[in-house]
């Protein structure tokens, strides 16, 4: 299986001047289950992105990519 970039949460992160470790401290989750996410290795939930979202004061589409 091939890994694919998903999410923007990296380059979303950036934007807003957050980093992951504190994305982590606000999920409550392991800052290396949020680095994976952001290195795309792995994916959060919807829920979780829905979430993040809500955190980042972004639109959920902000946190995916897409074709363009």
Do not use: F, Y
Not at 13 to 19: D, G, I, P
Not at 44 to 60: D, K, T
């Amino acid at each position: 299986m091939v890994n694919k970039d998903i999410n923007r949460l990296k380059a979303v992160l950036c934007e807003t001047k957050h980093t992951s470790k504190w994305l982590a401290e606000q999920l409550g989750k392991d800052p290396a289950t949020v680095s994976k996410w952001c290195t795309n290795k792995s994916q959060p939930s919807i829920e979780i992105l829905m979430r993040i979202a809500e955190l980042l004061n972004v639109e959920l589409i902000e946190l995916i990519k897409t074709k363009k």
